[in-house]
């Protein structure tokens, strides 16, 4: 079985495996940029069924960060819709898309490092503070170290635990989808890994992700579906698992050194 080679052909294949039913979240030919007349994502398209995990993939520079930011709210969208739960939500704001459910992740500076790991997460929940205790359970439930060290101050704590208070800020709000901009940059990767399974546990306690990755072979263990996008397009898209044995995925986007030294194996 083969993936679906881009730029985007026919529209059906351009969420390949994905599942029947309405979209939790839908991109649809979002046409997007920072400078009047540059367009940096040139027509791409994504959909997000509600429990998926949902990998984004592709080379620097592909526009990965610029369709979160599209997504929400942080780069204008010039055509093209997004819609979650039916509702078009283009061009929408980020404080409304996050009281709608949308959590964020930014890669850089997710967190308030003169605040304790208790003042972050106040911060992720200010439009809604009632709902503190709430949340705060369900988030210590999920990452029991953030209990334990609530008092510490966030700029004190090492990168993979900063980023582990990033995303609970951003679960704090109840989001029915969060996006990720490369959780595990900049992280060795025993940390990594880490970030991966603290993912994956998110997305198991029913909330859905939709996760950009430079890690891409990590990211296609543990998504459900992916998207690769090459120069603001999609280029291919497919379960996960069957991306990473795609050849033409592996050569374009994975490296076949890789693949040569693992011989072909998903234990990396
Ligand atoms: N604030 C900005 N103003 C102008 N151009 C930008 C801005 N941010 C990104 N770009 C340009 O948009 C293009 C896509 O960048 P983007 O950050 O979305 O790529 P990416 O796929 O996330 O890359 P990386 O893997 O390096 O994070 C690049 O050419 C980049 O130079
Ligand atoms: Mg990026």
Known sequence: MSTQPGPVGA???VHRGAPEGEPLLAATDLVAGYVPGVDILGGCNLVVHPGELVG?????????????KALFGLVSIRSGSVTLKG??????????LVRHGVGFVPQNNNVFPSLTIEENLQMGVFQAPKSFDERFEFIVDL???????????AGSLSGGERQMVAMARALMMDPSVLLLDEPSAGLSPVRQDETFIRTRKINRAG???????????????????????????????????ELMHDPKVIELYLGTLATDVEGGAESA
């Open 87 to 96: 509702e078009d939500i283009t061009n929408r704001r980020a404080d409304s």
């Open 11 to 13: 529209p059906a294949d």
């Open 143 to 153: 990452f029991p170290t953030l209990g334990d060290r609530r008092r510490q101050r």
């Open 207 to 241: 909330v859905s992700v939709v996760i950009v990755e430079q890690n891409a072979r990590r990211c296609l263990q543990i998504c459900d579906r992916a998207y690769v996008l090459d120069q603001g397009r999609n280029a291919y898209s497919g379960p996960g698992r």
């Open 56 to 68: 984004i993939i592709g080379p620097n520079g592909a526009g990965k960060s610029t369709l979160l």
